[in-house]
């Protein structure tokens, strides 16, 4: 049993969570700041030292609920994912190794799990109530995430339906937290929208970067990927832009959340700089580290940011 569980969470690169959750988690900080203080935002003042870290009014079973919506969601998409791709997979040399093709698990068994990660993302948007929004959006979100899997069948656009699905995370968050001001004034969503939209382009720039390994493949079987349409070096460009605009996005955050400031956009100039190091790690005629750029530098990028939002919300 052991094994087999150590099998799925290897199935759904279970660590690759990073990418995501730490975009949930400040946009979450966010909204409980925004709770915490009731003076408009000309005239907010500092985090004091009368308030403590009970100022961001952290509420722990909302805190459970987002890790749990977060871990079983990507558990559900990306088991789903092997699941429709497990043909594509086998036949295609980079990928040949994964759990389904290699028969290291079987589709009953991922198919379980696949079922079980949805259940269970449903049943933890409960937590939220008496908010009903999570539970109601749960279904359409589940559609969108699951849908992925066969966009790259039909359109070349789908690196950035994987970004609006990694995108949602921080909207989603935010909901959860906020659903009676957000019905009251959907202007309220604003900030969670503008940090949702740089997600949505930093995950499109990065999956344009990671899906340049089968540029052959795609070519070969006729799959819609942008590598494919473009050819390698128009999609490299393609990804260096959407990052641009990612640096954008999250430089402009604090305009629509006066809170960040000084230290927020010292950490988006670190951002900046990660991502041309990112681009200059691969090259059309050299992407033997694409795994780094996708990895190492993204998983840095996700949890640099989390942690100077929540310094300069504290600060």
Not at 42 to 67: C, H, M, N, Q
Not at 95 to 100: D, S
Not at 283 to 297: E, G, I, K, S, T
């Amino acid at each position: 049993m052991f094994q087999t569980l150590r099998h799925l969470l290897s199935l759904i690169r279970f660590s690759h969570t990073l990418f995501a959750l730490p975009f949930a988690l400040l946009a979450a900080l966010m909204a409980w700041h925004e709770q915490a203080f009731s003076t408009a935002w000309t005239d907010y003042a500092p985090f004091s030292s009368t308030t403590g870290f009970k100022g961001f009014g952290v509420r722990w079973k909302e805190l459970f609920g987002i890790l749990l919506c977060m871990v079983f969601a990507r558990s559900a998409a990306m088991a789903f994912n092997r699941l429709v791709d497990r043909k594509l997979d086998a036949a295609n040399p980079r990928t040949m190794g994964r759990h389904l093709p290699a028969g290291i698990l079987s589709v009953t068994q991922v198919t379980t799990f696949t079922l079980l990660s949805a259940t269970g993302f449903i049943a933890s948007t409960l937590l939220f109530l008496p908010n009903w929004l999570p539970f109601a959006l749960s279904f359409p979100v589940l559609l969108w995430l699951c849908g992925y899997s066969y966009a790259k069948r039909f359109t070349s656009l789908a690196h950035y339906w994987l970004g609006v699905a990694l995108g949602l995370s921080p909207v989603a968050a935010w909901i959860a937290i906020r659903g009676e001001q957000v019905l009251a004034s959907p202007a309220d969503l604003l900030p969670a929208t503008v940090l949702g939209a740089a997600v949505l382009a930093w995950v499109a720039g990065f999956d344009i970067l990671y899906a340049c390994q089968d540029y052959e493949y795609d070519k070969s079987v006729g799959l819609h990927s942008l590598p494919a349409k473009l050819g390698l070096r128009g999609a490299l460009r393609l990804a260096a832009a959407s990052h641009a605009v990612a640096a954008v996005l999250l430089a402009l955050l604090p305009t629509v959340y006066p809170p960040l400031g000084t230290l927020w956009w010292c950490g988006i100039a670190a951002v900046a700089a990660l991502l041309i190091y990112e681009h200059r790690l691969v090259r059309p005629d050299d992407l033997d580290r694409v795994n780094l750029a996708f990895f190492h530098v993204n998983a840095v990028i996700s949890l640099g940011l989390l942690a100077v939002g929540t310094l300069d919300l504290v600060f």
